[in-house]
């Protein structure tokens, strides 16, 4: 594959990241207020790329393009019942992962249906999942030029919304001020965790190294710069939906449109459909390499495998059971992200980082991240 740019391998790791969960941010924030919202996304930010550079680390030091599994079960899983922590670890991840495709075939068809009454919205997942996984059959050349192209898109309609907002801003917007107290730490907490979720890319990393041919330093500024763009796509829905909103709805695009009118509910719903294009052709991708790589088959039989079954899903499960494998899913994110420390610790053993700077590289920052990671999960559990 030819070599990719910074920018190409900084948008695959963007919109793995950016997904409908990014609506739900603005209310978050609107319940700790702007000093807490700029400490919330400042700390998602520095943590989601501190923890993003040592799952880089782990990959270089292998020496072989390889995927996050892949690295648990050279680093981690051992002793006497290490193939039965392979197998088990694989299916639950292919089991979750799966159910991420389906819950992007799901919530696009939903959207799509709005717009397309009278359609059904099976017929609608299915239009979804063809575009979307033709372009994961067609690798990850694809898959890089697609996400570069679609995030690209993005931000184009963040700036057109941005412009409709600052037309109707609401004198009275509807935000309280964080409180230092338990109830405000809480809250803080929840934010963070909220934000850490829409910054999680840890499938695109892989993806990047591959893309970048194992180049170090444009690893790093990749890593750094999708998150960034990430950062700012969230950051300005967060700060349009509060400018505008009479109140800030748990679903942003809802009291947002209502304030500024049709358009934001056009440019709202298209940026979700896209940014589940994204994260379906990220997530796709890394689940055909798991496979491919754990099981030896062929990429055409190990996309078979990592992509139908999931449009099955969405004419088998309910949209609630479908929540509830969502929420396990976030679950099984948090597990894996606290499994990259221990991992990262036994595969940099004896040999100086190439990824991350002393600092990042210090004994103090890997403590710090993974005590984040602990607030993540609890955060996660606390609602506002």
């Known amino acids: 594959m030819k070599k990719k740019t910074v920018f190409t391998a900084a948008a695959i790791v963007a919109g793995n990241g950016i997904g409908s969960g ?101 017929l609608l997942g299915t239009v979804f999942f063809v575009l979307a996984a033709v372009i994961v059959l067609l690798g990850l050349r694809a898959v890089a030029i697609g996400e570069n192209v679609t995030v690209s898109i ?66 790093r500024k990749s890593i750094y710069l999708g998150l960034f763009m990430n950062l700012v796509l969230s950051a300005v829905i967060t700060f349009c939906t509060i400018i505008t909103s009479k109140e800030v709805t748990k679903v942003a695009i809802v009291g947002w449109a209502d304030a500024v009118g049709g358009i934001i509910r056009v440019l709202g719903s298209a940026f979700i459909i896209l940014a589940m294009f994204t994260s379906y052709w990220s997530i796709g991708f890394a689940t055909t390499e798991i496979i491919s790589n754990q099981t030896k088959w062929t990429f055409g039989l190990s996309f078979i495998l990592a992509t139908v079954p999931a ?25 894996i992200s606290l499994m990259v420390i221990p ?17 990042e590289a210090s004994k103090a920052s890997v403590v710090i991240v993974f005590a984040m990671y602990i607030v993540m999960a609890i955060g996660s559990l606390i609602s506002v």
């Open 343 to 359: 991992t990262y610790l036994i595969s940099v053993r004896g040999q100086k980082t190439s990824i991350l700077t002393p600092i």
């Open 311 to 335: 449009l099955l899903l969405t004419f088998l499960l309910s949209n609630g059971f479908m929540e509830y494998m969502k929420l396990a899913g976030g679950a099984v994110a948090v597990i």
């Open 154 to 219: 993005m931000a184009i309609i963040l700036l057109i919304a941005l412009f409709f907002s600052f037309r109707n801003i609401n004198p009275s917007m509807a935000i309280e001020s964080i409180g230092f107290d338990a109830k405000g730490l809480l809250r803080l907490a929840a934010t963070y965790s909220m934000i850490m979720f829409s910054f999680s890319a840890i499938f695109a990393v892989p993806q990047v190294i591959e893309c970048l041919e194992h180049d170090a330093v444009k690893v």
């Open 22 to 122: 990014v609506m739900a941010i603005p209310y978050f924030v609107s319940k700790i207020g702007q000093a807490g919202g700029v400490i919330a996304f400042l700390t998602a930010y520095i943590i989601s790329a501190l923890l993003h550079l040592m799952i880089a680390q782990i990959m270089l030091t292998m020496g072989e393009t390889s995927d996050i599994l892949g690295a648990f079960n050279v680093y981690l899983f051992r002793g006497r019942f290490k193939n039965v922590f392979k197998i088990a670890f694989f299916i639950i991840m292919i089991v979750v992962l799966e159910t991420n495709l389906a819950a992007y075939i799901t919530g696009a068809s939903a959207i799509m249906a709005d717009f397309l009454p009278g359609v059904s919205e099976k």
